[in-house]
C-alpha cells in the first residue's frame, strides 16, 4: 500500500527542504500528499465528488472514473431533510420572488428586510433568549462573538475538541488560552480556580453543544454551576445542537432542562439540520446590542439572503409541528443499537452524529472509497479535524432513513471489516 499522511503542523513550521518559502510549502504539500491521493482515485483531501439533492438517496459523481453511483447518504448534516422538504422549497421560492436573490447590504444599513427580523424574532423565542442576531455563516458567528466581546486582557477556556471556528476566534482575540479536558468539569474548576484571580469577570468559558466529530453532548449542568461559581461567561456553540437534541430540536439547554439563561450565549447555525447556510448568536439584550457595533463578521457582511431567512422560519415551523426530531432520535438510537452490539468502536456518542473508528488513515481513505463503491456516502474524516491515531468514517443519520437503510449500511461496514481490518 503506498502511504501518504497530511502533516499540517509540519506544513506550518517548514518545508522538506528546510525553507520558508510560500511556493515550496504548497509544492511539497502537492507531491507528498495530493498526488499520491489522487494517484489512488481518493477522495479525501483534494475535492469531494459531486452529488443531486441531498437526501435519503443520492446520485454521485465519481470524478476518477467519470461514472454516476447511486448511493444512501450517511454523510451530511441535513438531519432531519429540510433540504429537500418540498414545503419548505416552495417557501423559500416564493420568498426570493419577493425579495430578489440577496439583501443589497449589510444588516446595520439597507440590508435587513422583513425575513431577518422575523426570523431573529423566532429564533430568540425558540432559544429562550433576548434577542438573536444574524450571520453569514455559523463560523462567522463564532468568529463574531469571541472577537466581539473578548480582549487581549481576558481569558478564554475551551474544551479542547471544540469546533475550529471556536478556537480560531479564541486564536485571533489575543487572549489567553488554555484547552481544559474533553467534557471535563473538574478539570475546567481547576483552571477556573487557578486563574480567576488574575482575570476579574473576564474569563470566557467556551463549549459545543454536541460535539461534531465524537457526537455526545456538553455536560452543560455540571458546566453552568462551575462558570457560574467562577463569574465567568459561558458561550456554547449549539450547531450539532439545533434540530437534534431537547424538546422539538431546541438544543442543549433544552436537553438538560435549563431555563436560567444568564450569563450563558449560544450561537447556531442555519447550515445544518435547518438545512441552508447562515449563523446566529442570541443572547441577554444587552449584549446583542453591543454585538451588532462589536462583532465585525456581522457589521461588515452582506447580510443573508432574505430567501434563507424565509427557508429557515418554515423548518422551524416544520420542527415544531412534527414529530420529525423525535423520528430522528430514534433512528440514531437503532443504529447506535445495532453497531455497538457487532463491537464497532463509536465512542461514546448519544445522538445522530456516529463516528465508526478506523484509526489509520491510509486505511480509513481507501475504506471510504469502497463504501462509496458499496453504495454508502460517508465522511472520511482524519487529522487535523480529529486527534491522531482516531480516524474514523463519521456517519450522519438522518430522519428520512429506514430501518433498511441502516441495516444496509451496517452490512456494508461488515464487509469493509473483512477487506480492511480496522476492529479495534
Not at 486505511?363 to 491522531?388: D, H, R, T, W
Request: aromatic residues 8%; proline residues 3%.
Amino acid at each position: 500500500m503506498v502511504n501518504y499522511k497530511v502533516d499540517v503542523q509540519s506544513n506550518r513550521l517548514n518545508t522538506q527542504k528546510g525553507n520558508c518559502s510560500i511556493l515550496d510549502k504548497i509544492l511539497d504539500y502537492k507531491v507528498s500528499n495530493v498526488d499520491v491521493h489522487e494517484s489512488l482515485g481518493l477522495n479525501a483531501i483534494k475535492k469531494s465528488p459531486t452529488v443531486s439533492i441531498c437526501d435519503r438517496e443520492v446520485i454521485v459523481h465519481e470524478r476518477h472514473t467519470d461514472k454516476d453511483i447511486k448511493a444512501l447518504m450517511f454523510g451530511s448534516n441535513s438531519y432531519i431533510g429540510a433540504i429537500a422538504n418540498e414545503d419548505i422549497i416552495n417557501k423559500t421560492i416564493s420568498a426570493t420572488r419577493e425579495f430578489g436573490i440577496g439583501s443589497g447590504g449589510v444588516p446595520i444599513l439597507s440590508g435587513t428586510t422583513y425575513y431577518h427580523d422575523a426570523l431573529e424574532k423566532r429564533l430568540s423565542v425558540f432559544s429562550g433568549y433576548d434577542d438573536t442576531m444574524l450571520f453569514s455563516s455559523g463560523f462567522t458567528a463564532n468568529l463574531g462573538v469571541i472577537l466581539g466581546l473578548v480582549r487581549p486582557n481576558n481569558l478564554i477556556l475551551q474544551d479542547r475538541l471544540n469546533h475550529a471556528s471556536l478556537m480560531d476566534g479564541g486564536l485571533m482575540s489575543g487572549a489567553k488560552m488554555f484547552r481544559y479536558k474533553h467534557n471535563d468539569p473538574a478539570d475546567l474548576e481547576k483552571m477556573l480556580k487557578s486563574y480567576s484571580g488574575d482575570y476579574p469577570n473576564g474569563i470566557l468559558v467556551v463549549t459545543d453543544g454536541v460535539f461534531s466529530m465524537d457526537g455526545d453532548i456538553a455536560n452543560i449542568p455540571d458546566i453552568l454551576d462551575v462558570t457560574t461559581k467562577y463569574n465567568a461567561l459561558l458561550l456554547i456553540d449549539e450547531a450539532h445542537s439545533t434540530g437534534v437534541i431537547g424538546r422539538k430540536g431546541t438544543g442543549t439547554l433544552n436537553y438538560h432542562n435549563i431555563t436560567d439563561r444568564k450569563n450563558v450565549i449560544m450561537s447556531g447555525t442555519l447550515s445544518k439540520a435547518l438545512g441552508s447556510v447562515g449563523g446566529y448568536i442570541s443572547a441577554s439584550q444587552e449584549i446583542i446590542d453591543y454585538l451588532r457595533v462589536y462583532a465585525r463578521s456581522n457589521l461588515y457582511s452582506t447580510s443573508l439572503p432574505p430567501s434563507v431567512c424565509a427557508s429557515a422560519i418554515a423548518v422551524l415551523d416544520y420542527m415544531e409541528n412534527t414529530n420529525v426530531v423525535e423520528v430522528l432520535n430514534d433512528n440514531a438510537k437503532y443504529l447506535r443499537d445495532k453497531l455497538r452490539s457487532k463491537s464497532y468502536n463509536i465512542l461514546d456518542t448519544v445522538t445522530p452524529i456516529i463516528p465508526v473508528i478506523v484509526g489509520d488513515e491510509y486505511k480509513l481513505c481507501l475504506m471510504s472509497k469502497f463504501m462509496l463503491e458499496n453504495g454508502i456516502y460517508s465522511n472520511c474524516i482524519q487529522p487535523p479535524a480529529v486527534p491522531n491515531g482516531t480516524c474514523r468514517i463519521r456517519i450522519n443519520v438522518m430522519s428520512s432513513h429506514t430501518h433498511d437503510d441502516m441495516d444496509y449500511l451496517v452490512e456494508t461496514l461488515d464487509k469493509a471489516e473483512d477487506k480492511f481490518k480496522f476492529k479495534k
